[in-house]
T-cell receptor
Framework: SAVISQKPSRDICQRGTSLTIQCQVD?????MFWYRQQPGQSLTLIAT?????????ESGFVIDKFPISRPNLTFSTLTVSNMSPEDSSIYLC??????????FGAGTRLSVL | SQELEQSPQSLIVQEGKNLTINCTSS?????LYWYKQKYGEGLIFLMM?????EEKSHEKITAKLDEKKQQSSLHITASQPSHAGIYLC????????????FGQGTTLQVKP
């Protein structure tokens, strides 16, 4: 199994600012993903964080808005840029070995004023 | 329409009763995951199913994947207040990529 830690656990931000969320895995994983859970909704995949290369984004998500880094096999960051109230969501990262079990962090609860 | 339909949306049961949550897809499921979500704890992994007809159990929770690999059920026997939470099914529909789509979730309340 993998234990995934996310920081911060929650934040309240002003419109127009950016927030970087960190995701640390306690063991090396081949796959890391970022998801968004909007209020009252289920999880939606934002992107695949690729180690050493640009992230792969799902339809509706772009790099300028959600830049992602993954410098190694245990760490990734997601930045939510130029935030608006519509970005208020829970952001979760997940990790696993290939298509094996995907473990999730506790999430970052973001509120944008 | 939702790619992964989960039902029911909410469930209130008396402690000790059995219950079933269903998850249905129009696409073949290469992997079907069940998670439980509690406030501030993210998603807690329960079970993963990959083979048609597969069934797994852990404590009082049993999950099944049908032969066609398009429908799964999660069954809780003799429910307890500790089972309360939001149950989410997640599915890999893109041939073992690890990328998951999720159902809308089932909110379970267990009355003592």
């Amino acid at each position: 199994s993998a234990v995934i830690s996310q920081k911060p656990s929650r934040d309240i931000c002003q419109r127009g600012t950016s927030l970087t969320i960190q995701c640390q895995v306690d063991s090396q994983v081949t796959m890391m993903f970022w998801y968004r859970q909007q209020p009252g909704q289920s999880l939606t995949l934002i992107a695949t964080a690729n180690q050493g290369s640009e992230a792969t984004y799902e339809s509706g998500f772009v790099i300028d808005k959600f830049p992602i880094s993954r410098p190694n096999l245990t760490f990734s960051t997601l930045t939510v840029s130029n935030m608006s109230p519509e970005d208020s969501s829970i952001y979760l990262c997940s990790g696993g070995q290939g298509a094996d079990i995907q473990y999730f962090g506790a999430g970052t609860r973001l509120s944008v004023l | 329409s939702q790619e992964l339909e989960q039902s029911p949306q909410s469930l209130i049961v008396q402690e000790g009763k059995n219950l079933t949550i269903n998850c249905t897809s129009s696409k073949t499921l290469y992997g079907l995951y069940w998670y439980k979500q509690k406030y501030g704890e993210g998603l807690i992994f329960l079970m993963m199913l990959q083979k048609g007809g597969e069934e797994k159990s852990h404590e009082k929770i049993t999950a099944k994947l049908d032969e066609k690999k398009q429908q799964s059920s999660l069954h809780i026997t003799a429910s307890q207040p500790s089972h309360a939470g939001i149950y989410l099914c997640g599915a890999d529909t893109r041939s073992n990529t690890g990328k998951l789509i999720f159902g809308q979730g089932t909110t379970l309340q267990v009355k003592p």
